[in-house]
């Protein structure tokens, strides 16, 4: 997933020097709403892979973040793309090291995901939002060559470069805001997620109701003006 924004970042602070002959992998490479891959393949990549949790456009195999490290073996890309897909990873933590770790030494992660005030958005799923703090914290192990906010919606643009003596960070201390418990956590407990969905469900019939409702009372409105 991407939006025109996501693409600006990456056309103005990725390079045809950077992609040409590389090879390169999406994570979240499902296009719903846009996606880098046409820019970037138009600079020639080695290889260009798109992986997803679900078949559809840009996706060419169905792969969960838990495993692309075990599936393309570690250091086995030069860039890493992931646009708007983070936010709805419950284990972020094994998402960025994995991240991380399939990614090669000099080679490049090019991430943007949502910042708190992003209103909730799951596909299927939505867990958390990050900051500029999170990030530098979380990437305190790589070389972050860009870090700022989307200036349009509430979001975040990372791009960061993984050091020849790359040496992980240990994330299991770092909290982050989820839009689900509205507060930082560690972690987000199944029976919360379970309890916030079961809310949310009947949240979302009752506003489909409600605008079912003032949609048939614009029309009868609309129907007595008619008559008269």
């Not at 025109?4 to 590389?22: D, H, Y």
């Not at 490049?108 to 799951?122: C, D, Q, V």
């Not at 990372?158 to 418990?181: G, M, Q, R, W």
């Amino acid at each position: 997933m991407c939006n025109a924004f996501c693409i600006l970042f990456g056309a103005m602070n990725l390079t045809k020097e950077e992609v040409e002959r590389k090879d390169v992998l999406e994570v979240g490479a499902y296009n719903v709403n846009g996606s880098l891959r046409p820019l970037i393949e138009s600079w020639g990549p080695s290889k260009y892979v798109g992986v997803d949790i679900v078949q559809g456009i840009g996706v060419d195999e169905i792969c969960s973040t838990d495993e692309i490290v075990n599936k393309f073996g570690k250091e086995s890309f030069d860039i890493i793309i992931s646009t708007e897909m983070l936010e709805h990873v419950k284990d972020w933590k094994k998402a960025i090291s994995n991240f991380k770790n399939v990614c090669k030494k000099k080679g490049t992660i090019l991430i943007t995901t949502r910042t708190k005030g992003a209103e909730y958005h799951a596909w299927p799923y939505d867990f958390w939002r990050y900051e500029i703090e999170d990030m530098t914290k979380i990437f305190s192990d790589f070389i972050i060559e860009k870090l700022e906010y989307d200036k349009f919606s509430p979001g975040i643009f990372l791009k960061a470069k993984k050091p020849v003596d790359f040496i992980e960070n240990d994330l299991s201390s770092i909290e982050l805001y989820s839009i689900i418990t509205e507060s930082r956590v560690k972690d987000i407990d199944e029976k919360i997620i379970r309890s916030f969905n079961k809310k949310n469900s009947m949240r979302l019939m009752l506003r489909k109701h409600f605008l079912w409702v003032m949609s048939f009372i614009s029309k009868m409105a609309k129907s007595l003006l008619n008559i008269k």
